[in-house]
Nanobody, 118 residues
Framework: QVRLVESGGGSVQAGGSLRLSCAAS????????MAWFRQPPGKARERVAQ???????TYADSVKGRFTISKDNAKNTVYLQMNSLKPEDTAMYYC????????????WGQGTQVTVSS
């Protein structure tokens, strides 16, 4: 059974940083694709970062240069380092994984709230 558990969210002032963690069980992050999504209040969910099995990364334009997705295979954990946070980054953040890279995201965590104040 696959389980993804996010942590690291919180409240921070604009310009600050947070690092989100996504601990996986039943799923080997080192050999699969992982992604971070976010959903602001009243808005649609968007993918902010993706880490492919070959180590390549993609980012939403809104977070390029500020967010970094990475993984620790030994800890089976994926991270999202968020710097220079803005109020518009306020959202519930979720990690997600597909059963197979390139397929739709099948597994989701419960989310962790990030609130950025101006």
């Amino acid at each position: 059974q696959v389980r993804l558990v996010e942590s690291g969210g919180g409240s921070v002032q604009a310009g600050g940083s947070l690092r989100l963690s996504c601990a996986a069980s039943g799923y080997t992050v080192g050999s699969h694709c992982m992604a971070w999504f976010r959903q602001p209040p009243g808005k649609a969910r968007e993918r902010v970062a993706q880490l492919d099995s070959d180590g390549s990364t993609t980012y939403a334009d809104s977070v390029k240069g500020r967010f970094t997705i990475s993984k620790d295979n030994a800890k089976n954990t994926v991270y999202l380092q968020m710097n220079s946070l803005k109020p518009e980054d306020t959202a519930m953040y979720y990690c997600a994984a597909p059963a197979i890279c390139g397929w739709s995201y099948r597994y989701w965590g419960q989310g962790t709230q990030v609130t950025v104040s101006s």
